[in-house]
């Protein structure tokens, strides 16, 4: 909410910048298309962070009234609050990094339909928060393979069986 709030700072900046004196049209036009996109701006990050506490919403919804498995009402609280956070906060461990890498791909599947996930190399991305967990033994290694190979399933329609790809 940080930056929102930062930027919502630059269309009043903006705007005292058009009503100065002396109005010189080559100097003060460019400003009308900067306010308009420092608005966009601010409507996409509002409805980023709406979008994904959804999810966090959702989250709590099922725990409360319909999953009965301790283990799973644990990781959807989990979930919850990872969903919470992300979008506003900087991501604190792995699972933290892989939902901010999933909510990055869908808005960008989103704007781009044939946005294929690649844009970055995973390994350098991620490798920070694996190692984190990695060195406290929090992590087993069968579900994070699972994790990385979920999305080449989704873009290239492969059959995932136990972690084998098919």
């Given at each position: 909410?940080?930056?929102?709030?930062?930027?919502?700072?630059?269309?009043?900046?903006?705007?005292?910048?058009?009503?100065?004196?002396?109005w010189?049209?080559?100097?003060?036009?460019?400003?009308?298309?900067?306010?308009?996109?420092?608005?966009?701006?601010?409507?996409?990050?509002?409805?980023?962070i709406t979008?994904?506490?959804?999810?966090?919403?959702?989250?709590?919804?099922?725990?409360?009234?319909?999953?009965?498995?301790?283990?799973?009402?644990?990781?959807?609280?989990?979930i919850?609050?990872?969903?919470?956070?992300?979008?506003?906060?900087?991501?604190?461990?792995?699972?933290?990094?892989?939902?901010?890498?999933?909510?990055?791909?869908?808005?960008?599947?989103?704007?781009?339909h044939?946005?294929?996930?690649?844009?970055?190399?995973?390994?350098?991305?991620?490798?920070?928060?694996?190692?984190?967990?990695?060195?406290?033994?929090?992590?087993?290694?069968?579900?994070?393979?699972?994790i990385?190979?979920?999305?080449?399933?989704?873009?290239?329609?492969?059959?995932?069986?136990?972690?084998?790809i098919?």
């Open positions: 909410l940080k930056r929102i709030e930062m930027i919502e700072e630059k269309p009043k900046e903006a705007l005292r910048g058009l009503s100065e004196a002396p010189i049209a080559s100097e003060k036009l460019s400003l009308i298309d900067k306010i308009d996109a420092y608005r966009a701006m601010i409507i996409a990050g509002k409805a980023v979008w994904a506490r959804r999810y966090s919403r959702l989250a709590k919804i099922m725990v409360e009234g319909f999953e009965t498995d301790p283990k799973r009402k644990e990781e959807l609280l989990q919850s609050d990872i969903c919470w956070r992300v979008p506003v906060e900087p991501a604190k461990g792995f699972w933290d990094s892989m939902q901010v890498k999933w909510f990055t791909c869908v808005i960008a599947q989103s704007l781009e044939y946005s294929s996930d690649y844009s970055h190399k995973e390994d350098r991305l991620q490798w920070t928060y694996y190692r984190g967990k990695l060195d406290c033994h929090k992590l087993r290694q069968k579900p994070v393979k699972e990385f190979q979920f999305p080449l399933a989704k873009n290239f329609r492969i059959i995932l069986t136990d972690g084998i098919k």
